[in-house]
């Protein structure tokens, strides 16, 4: 008899001391939730991810694979992409050292110098309002 009294008070005082102990501890910490983004952060886009972004597309034009483009691959690049005006111009725009090959650290160059021309506020990121618009969109002006 005692030991079933015994065993009785003492799953009570478990009980009790357990509901105490969960009723007085702060609970769990919760990760805390992150701010929302600033409208339009979605697309927010650095100088590195910019310049990846477009050497990525623009080494396509790269065919036999020797890391730098000549402005034979370059012509073909531009006919493919039905690009508007004269390949060679926008070639030795980018082949700054003029040696007839545009090669990687050209493309950084030529990407850093664009992407400061659209950063309007200088502030290393372009948001949706800086990003250029699609080629077929009517410009402000029309």
Avoid: C, Y
């Avoid at 003492?10 to 501890?25: E, H, I, K």
């Avoid at 000549?70 to 006919?79: C, I, P």
């Amino acid at each position: 008899m005692i030991s079933r009294s015994i065993l009785a008070a003492a799953l009570s005082l478990l009980t009790v001391a357990a509901v105490a102990q969960t009723t007085t501890q702060p609970p769990a910490a919760t990760p805390p939730t992150a701010a929302p983004a600033p409208q339009g952060a979605k697309s927010d886009i650095t100088l590195a991810k910019f310049q990846k972004r477009r050497e990525k597309a623009i080494m396509a034009a790269d065919t036999d694979g020797d890391g730098k483009i000549s402005l034979l691959e370059w012509e073909a690049f531009q006919a493919k992409r039905n690009a508007k005006g004269d390949p060679a111009k926008s070639f030795a725009r980018i082949d700054s050292n003029h040696d007839g090959f545009i090669d990687r650290a050209e493309l950084d160059a030529f990407f850093a110098k664009r992407f400061a021309r659209l950063d309007k506020n200088g502030d290393g990121v372009l948001s949706a309002d800086e990003m250029p618009s699609h080629k077929s969109a009517p410009k402000p002006e029309q």
